[in-house]
């Protein structure tokens, strides 16, 4: 009996201790939030590419310097990006900062108390002129009503990536700028040695936006109608360069398919599997990293087609969440990675190529021994990456359909006929 | 008197309520409502962010019953589920009994068995995928020394779901032995002796003693491992990428509904297909529950 009673009272004392220890806490939280003063507040930010954290920590450090509010950075891989962001737009507890993306920007956009408006900021502010951009990039993110709801952060353009030892070995003049299509298919028959488990290529259907897709303009052909409202998977210039896609999987100048669904093209590139790959601008910090490639291989330019040289343009932008607690200092942020300093900054750090008109020369320089100019050439011939209001939608159900002519199964026309028609309702829908 | 009687029956009435109240509160937020709100969503064709939800009543239904993926993915469940089932279960008891022993290195031996449990399924599936893979694999370089040619374990339509159900029962198996290694505790060992007088040996004494006698365990095993493999998917988005040709072979119910609620934005059609699963299930448990009474032996 006297036990249990000694039990019980420390029982309650540890209880009420507890209590207590918790009333202190909440007291130091209110404390905290009455003096919301900008030295307090962390942002978080959002990013999908973590080769690009390290260079963005840098410059995120400097707007910290600057005005006392901290970030914090968040990556989460492109794949479950999206996924992460929608509910967080649901829950109404979304980053304060992140990156934004044609393929989604159009279903963010549609509501008004989702992204924060920028437009007000944009007009008072001095290191934001959005004539500062590309127009192709600062339009994507300009709502229809004409809100705007993101300032660019990046360009993207394509090259090819080579390794010069294979060349070398079969005796094969470097790619350049003379290179059409079928010499590049050409190319990739002859360096396909597979007792060396060497081939001429890596591309997979999920490499559209750094092959293929640019492949389809340079032949005069589109992947969607400029009007955002038809496809252009029928249209015979884009089955003709669909075909020749075609051609080169059937040479067998590809690992199987098993290989590729397994590996990223770039993985292959560096573990000397692949004599070529297609790899964006923004693989570099990658690219730059890995001693093999730098010792090995180059970048030259798209191959041309009979339209001429054409490579996908795509560039992100930094966005806000309207119902963040610091609004304020959310666009503050934006204005400094949007502003000249900060992108040259990008630039120069070799994160990506930056969006600020003029800057990317300083990106090229990043690495000398890297032919890097002809990412900044293709800005000169570049097609916006094409998107709609519900990208995904179609977007994924090309990728799932190209499997099967990846894989052998299918002809390459069947299925592009096909996607058409899906597409088509699709975008009809919209 | 008669009041006196009822006002008790009222206060033990309160009072189991009350104490059964955190779990009812527990079970109607994060399940119930949940349940209500998905079948609700199902007969709508949905917008982004939860809002401009349009009724289109039975249409995702319709669309549901033309889809050939759905089908397709529903087959793929089972397929996944008639291995993981049987072979978690029996692996999990013979581990069980000849764990349950006194021996050398006992605890030493549960715990490597339950390591698998105690992991995160992500980083399970990350190390599984890397020992899979057809190019830089472990495994395929083994196969390659011994000779045997290399196997796509990841991207074969025909063997990628039975590869990812082992990874699963790989990883399940511990979790099974601890509840049969607790049903084990429980048989009183007069019956062994009992039998061993009698002249049993070790497999009658299995079959006819432990097996009866732990049957509620398998019972209660055998109902949510089932429900759990038919809810199978982390497993399959970690290891099977997205472009494998196994995909379409591979991927699950779940896993479908994913792909349509939130990586296309389809949360209607997402829903109903949740829907369909969540009626196999009960179908399936209705059937065990009524099973039971054939085969699980309650003292």
């Given amino acids: 009996m006297k036990w249990k009673k000694i039990v019980s009272v420390i029982l309650a004392v540890c209880m009420v201790s507890g209590l207590a220890a918790c009333g202190k806490d909440s007291g130091k939280e209110e404390s905290k939030k009455t003096d919301n003063d900008s030295k307090d507040v962390e942002l978080t930010v959002a990013i999908w590419d973590s080769n690009q954290e390290p260079g963005l920590r840098t410059i995120m450090d400097g707007f910290t310097e600057e005005t006392g509010v901290k970030v914090d950075i968040q990556v989460t891989t492109w794949k479950d990006y999206w996924t992460m962001l929608e509910a967080a737009a649901t829950g109404g507890d979304m980053p304060d900062v992140f990156w934004m993306h044609a393929h989604q920007i159009d279903q963010y956009a549609e509501y008004d108390d989702i992204l924060l408006d920028l437009t007000d900021y944009v007009e008072k502010s001095e290191k934001i002129k959005l004539d500062n951009y590309p127009e192709e990039i600062s339009d994507i993110y300009i709502a229809d009503d004409g809100r705007v709801l993101g300032v660019p952060k990046d360009v993207g353009t394509s090259a090819l990536w080579f390794n010069k030892t294979m060349f070398d070995e079969a005796g094969i003049e470097y790619p350049d700028e003379t290179w059409t299509w079928e010499k590049f298919r050409e ?39 400029e009007d955002k409202t038809k496809s252009g998977f029928d249209k015979p210039e884009t089955l003709e360069a669909m075909k020749l896609i075609e051609g080169i999987i059937q040479d067998g100048s590809m690992p199987e398919y098993s290989v590729l669904s397994e590996n990223d093209t770039v993985a292959l590139l560096e573990s000397g599997k692949a004599a070529m790959v297609f790899l964006g601008s923004y693989m570099l910090p990658r690219l730059s990293a890995n001693d093999y490639v730098r010792e090995n291989c180059d970048a030259a ?42 992108q040259i ?65 299918r002809p390459m026309e069947e299925v592009c006929l096909e996607v058409a028609d899906e597409m088509n309702a699709y975008l009809a829908e919209e | 008197m008669q009041k006196s009687r009822l006002t008790r029956d009222w206060k033990e009435c309160i009072w189991g309520w009350f104490f059964i109240l955190p779990t009812m509160l527990g079970l109607i937020i994060l399940n119930i409502i949940p349940i209500v709100q998905t079948i609700y969503q199902s007969f709508f064709k ?31 469940t089972f397929k996944y589920a008639i291995v993981e089932v049987p072979l978690s279960i029996v692996i999990a008891l013979v581990l069980a009994v000849m764990l349950n022993r006194k021996m050398r290195g006992r605890t030493f031996y549960r715990t490597i068995f339950f390591l698998p449990m105690v992991v995160a399924p992500a980083a399970v599936a990350m190390v599984w995928r890397w020992l899979f893979n057809s190019e830089f694999g472990l495994l395929n370089k083994l196969l390659n020394t011994v000779g045997i040619g290399e196997v796509n374990w990841l991207s074969d339509p025909k063997i990628t779901v039975y590869v990812v159900a082992m990874v699963g029962v790989w990883s399940v198996i511990g979790y ?17 002796e009992a039998s061993e007088i009698d002249g049993a040996n070790v497999f009658q004494q299995f079959f006819h003693i432990t097996l009866p006698q732990i049957s509620p365990t398998m019972f209660f095993v ?41 990586v296309e934005n389809n949360k209607g059609y997402g829903s109903a297909i949740v829907v369909l699963l969540l009626v196999i299930i009960m179908i399936i448990t209705v059937i065990q529950m009524i099973m039971q009474k054939k085969w699980v032996h309650y003292e």
């Fill in chain 1, 187 to 225: 190319v990739a028959k002859q360096l396909t040695i597979p007792e060396k488990d060497q081939y001429g290529l890596a591309m997979k259907p999920a490499s559209d936006q750094e092959s293929w897709c640019s492949t389809v303009y340079a032949y005069g052909g589109e992947w969607l109608s």
């Fill in chain 2, 46 to 76: 949905t917008g982004s962010f939860g809002r401009g939800n349009i009724f289109v009543g039975l249409e995702n239904y319709k669309n549901l019953i033309e889809d050939s993926s759905v089908w397709q993915s529903l087959i793929n």
């Fill in chain 1, 345 to 409: 900054q990008q630039a120069e750090l070799g994160v990506t190529m930056s969006a600020f008109n003029g800057t990317n020369d300083k990106w090229a320089a990043y690495e000398p021994q890297f032919n890097l100019q002809v990412y900044v050439d293709a800005l000169e011939d570049d097609v916006i990456y094409p998107y709609s209001k519900n990208t995904q939608v179609w977007y994924q159900m090309i990728l799932d359909k190209m499997v099967s002519v990846w894989d052998g199964k």
């Fill in chain 2, 222 to 262: 055998l109902v949510t491992r089932i429900i759990a493999s038919f809810q199978v998917f982390d497993m399959i988005l970690m290891m099977v990428d997205r472009s494998s040709p196994a995909l379409p072979k591979t991927q699950s119910l779940v896993y479908l509904f994913y792909r349509y609620a939130f």
């Fill in chain 2, 176 to 192: 099974n032995m601890v509840l049969f290694l607790a049903g084990l505790q429980e048989i009183p060992r007069d019956f062994y």
């Fill in chain 1, 301 to 342: 330019p798209l191959p041309v087609g009979p339209k001429g040289r054409c490579s996908t343009n795509m560039g992100l932008a930094w966005s806000a969440s309207a119902g963040g607690e610091h609004t304020e200092e959310a666009w503050k942020l934006i204005e400094y990675l949007g502003s000249e300093k900060a």
